[in-house]
């Protein structure tokens, strides 16, 4: 097994078959391309993963994930593919279920969540080399909020009445003023395997975020999300697509 600076890295892709936001979407054609084949591609160029998996209770999924380059060495059990399964528990059986056919302990976990087309290889091998550096528990990819700083939220009661989610008085504020706030892209997650095993958590005592631009930040939950990030791929690519 290879290892990348010293660490052995196992990375993973959880794409379960069910999906009630876009049905069907982990192999949905995006612009031509299954829509998990977006991630297992980024994660064989990053070229710093001991082995690319992907943990799935999919028949159809598979066989797509096979041809694309990743492995995918089980089926995931039925108990951790509901909608009412937590991610940890589907990604501690899949760490477990290679520590105990390679007899191995991997150092770092990597999740690339299928939904996060846009990622690239830079942004895996670049949170990798922080959690290397930093010596943290722990990297996810994050973005400026831009305009949706929490200064300009609120919250609202039965009468549509108005509160600042922060407290604050914006007159004369300009935006180039507030101070930074960034939010969880989803796209890249890096886990120290014990933070994982050990404490079952995609999070530990110390967290570092790797910065990531905001168009490579698309999350696709939605139909909306979908055709957004299509166009967009259209778009930057001149293409003309009629799906």
Known sequence: MTSYKGKKILGLINARGGSK??????????????????????????????????STDDEEIAQIAKSAGADV????????ATDTAKQIDAIIHAVQFMENCENIKYDYICLLQPTCPLRSA?????????????????????????????????????DQKLTPFMENNLSGVQRQDFEDFFWRTGSVYVMARDVV???????????????????????????????????????????????
Not at 24 to 50: R, V, W
Not at 126 to 147: A, F, P, Q, R
Not at 222 to 237: E, V
């Open 21 to 54: 936001g876009v049905p069907g979407k982990n192999k949905k054609l995006l612009l031509g391309k299954p829509l998990i084949n977006y991630s297992i591609d980024a994660g064989l160029s990053a070229s710093c993963l001991s082995n690319l998996i992907v």
């Open 73 to 80: 060495p089980f089926l995931r059990p039925e108990i951790l």
């Open 122 to 158: 830079e942004d895996i091998k670049g949170s990798i080399d922080l959690i290397i550096k930093e010596n943290c528990d722990s990297v996810i990819t994050v973005t400026n909020v831009g305009g949706r700083h929490p200064r300009t939220l609120y919250t609202t009661d039965k």
């Open 197 to 243: 095993i050990e404490h079952k958590s995609l999070y530990g005592e110390t967290t570092c975020g790797y910065y990531v631009t905001e168009e490579r930040c698309f999350n696709i939950d939605s139909p909306f999300d979908w055709d957004l990030c299509q166009a967009y791929l259209s778009y930057k690519y001149d293409l003309n697509t009629s799906e």
